[in-house]
């Protein structure tokens, strides 16, 4: 019945006219979730969840678990939110604004059908987290899941034929939907969930494949029609407001258009204005995309939760004067209380933090040389040192610095924490500074500065670490060594015992 009582609150929006800029959900509720993992093993401390945020990024959430397994905790929407239980992959579920669910789960299974296989659910959505969990059963014991070789093959096709190779496949899913809705006869927000979360997956393996075929193909001429990207999104289409708990498939859908406008409209926008131009307005380029989002997405949920996506970028980068520029208009243009207030809630605090004092930080004016990081050891010579090498608008950067902070209050006397900021604005990277109060030696570097650091280190993105002893010497690099990872707090130990030994 619950169902029912979702398209009632669908309908009103749709007959209420009054007020557009007012939503059914106009104010957020918390959703509790609690369980237990039943044979845990004993290393298990913690359990994720990643919290998919219409219009937003991934919001990362940790609980402790007791000896017994058990673990509670909560957040809040305004409206039904898809989400991951994150343990030994990734559970898909639906929560809706005031539910309390409760489930239960095999610790001791390393594989996900198994756990899911395991999967009990007590409190508020027990059906529809029962079918949710029977569709990811179907799909991922299926063939089409499981060949990988298949799917690296046709990444190697023309064009013409990989999108008549991604047709089949997508008909194929269709087929495998409709036998989990005549065996389960499953709740209707289960039913939208699994149709888009097969779409979502075939925007992204279209999005995937241009740059999947240069790979596969190396050196070849390689040229998409202009209908490629916005073809298929057209064609395959949905009906955002009836399926807001799928935000990931949603955001696929964005992310397919923002292909779309990155791949067809930037050259065509570049050769309509002089580089004077975009000189003279840094905003030009975002206000020319911007209306060709409103005139090809139209009025509507797309288009609202586009602009969200791309203003809520402007904040991750605490990019406050873009912002600022574009406030107007996003207001003009987002209705929704639930994309507008968390957005809005957003820029005043980016505002609060730009107002607090400016942390200190050593900037490289000059080269930064062939041998910047054996410099860094030269001048910590004798300390462990601690590189984390991050970017203003890395969501992963930024998620990791509370580890950070956790690691720099246990080994404060016997590691140098050393933070270096690359590929990002200035002005960005002061404010950022001032949000996360990063405690130890601060480095920025210019963009030339960032692209030589990242050729001495062979970094490919961020963020990426390097632990060095006390001689210098590098132990571990690459992104396995986040703060968060097991790995890294066990290897500082080790590091320490040998430092400590050595006379």
Not at 257 to 284: C, D
Not at 471 to 495: C, D, H, N, Y
Request: aromatic share 16%; hydrophobic share 35%; proline share 4%.
């Amino acid at each position: 019945m619950r169902h029912l009582f979702f398209f009632l609150f669908i309908a009103l929006i749709i007959v209420s006219c009054s007020d557009k800029s007012e939503s059914v959900y106009g104010a957020p509720k918390k959703i509790i979730l609690t369980g237990k993992v039943n044979n845990a093993p004993d290393t298990l401390t913690r359990i994720s969840f990643l919290i998919h945020r219409l219009g937003f990024e991934q919001e990362a959430l940790e609980t402790d678990i007791d000896s017994a397994g058990n673990f509670s905790t909560y957040f809040t929407s305004y409206i039904p939110v898809d989400f991951y239980v994150s343990y030994q992959g990734l559970v898909s579920m639906i929560a809706f604004p005031g539910d309390s669910i409760h489930f239960e789960f095999d610790g001791s299974k390393t594989d996900t059908e198994e756990i899911l296989n395991t999967m009990v659910y007590s409190g508020s959505g027990i059906k529809v987290n029962t079918d949710i969990a029977a569709f990811q059963k179907i799909y991922l014991g299926n063939e089409i899941h499981k060949n990988y070789d298949r799917m690296r093959q046709a990444f190697k096709r023309e064009p013409a034929a990989y999108l008549a190779f991604s047709d089949s496949l997508y008909t194929t899913k269709m087929h495998l939907y409709d036998s989990f809705v005549a065996r389960y006869n499953p709740e209707q927000e289960a039913r939208n969930w699994a149709k888009t979360f097969l779409i979502s997956g075939y925007f992204g393996s279209m999005n995937w494949y241009p740059s999947a075929y240069r790979m596969n193909n190396p050196g070849k001429k390689f040229e998409l029609p202009e209908s490629y990207y916005y073809g298929f999104l057209a064609d395959k289409r949905f009906d955002p407001d009836s399926v807001l708990y799928s935000a990931s498939a949603i955001r696929s859908y964005i992310t397919s258009y923002q292909f779309h406008l990155s791949n067809v409209m930037q050259e065509k926008i570049r050769q309509n204005f002089t580089p004077e131009q975009f000189k003279s307005n840094p905003f030009l380029f975002d206000s020319v995309m911007f209306k060709i989002a409103v005139d090809t997405l139209g009025k509507g949920l797309f288009l609202e939760v586009y602009l969200t996506h791309e203003m809520n970028g402007y904040l991750e980068s605490m990019d406050l004067k873009a912002f600022a520029h574009f406030k107007e208009f996003a207001e003009k243009n987002i209705h929704q209380t639930f994309l507008k207030a968390p957005l809005l809630a957003g820029y005043e605090d980016l505002k609060r933090i730009k107002s607090k004092p400016p942390v200190r930080y050593e900037k490289k004016l000059e080269t930064i040389g062939s041998f910047f990081v054996e410099g860094l050891a030269d001048k910590h010579r004798g300390k462990i040192i601690y590189i984390d090498i991050w970017a203003t608008w890395c969501g992963p950067c930024s998620d990791e610095f509370q580890y950070s902070e956790k690691l720099h209050e246990k080994y404060l006397d016997k590691i140098e924490f050393i933070y270096i900021c690359i590929d990002s604005h200035e002005e960005a990277y002061k404010n950022a500074l001032k949000k996360y109060q990063l405690k130890g030696t601060n480095y920025f570097l210019d963009f030339e500065q960032s692209k030589e650091l990242r050729k001495q280190v062979q970094a490919n993105g961020v963020p990426y670490y390097i632990l060095m002893d006390d001689l210098g010497k590098v132990v571990g690099k690459g992104f396995e060594f986040r703060p968060s990872e097991s790995i890294t707090q066990k290897t500082i130990e080790k590091l320490i015992k040998q430092s400590e030994s050595t006379p």
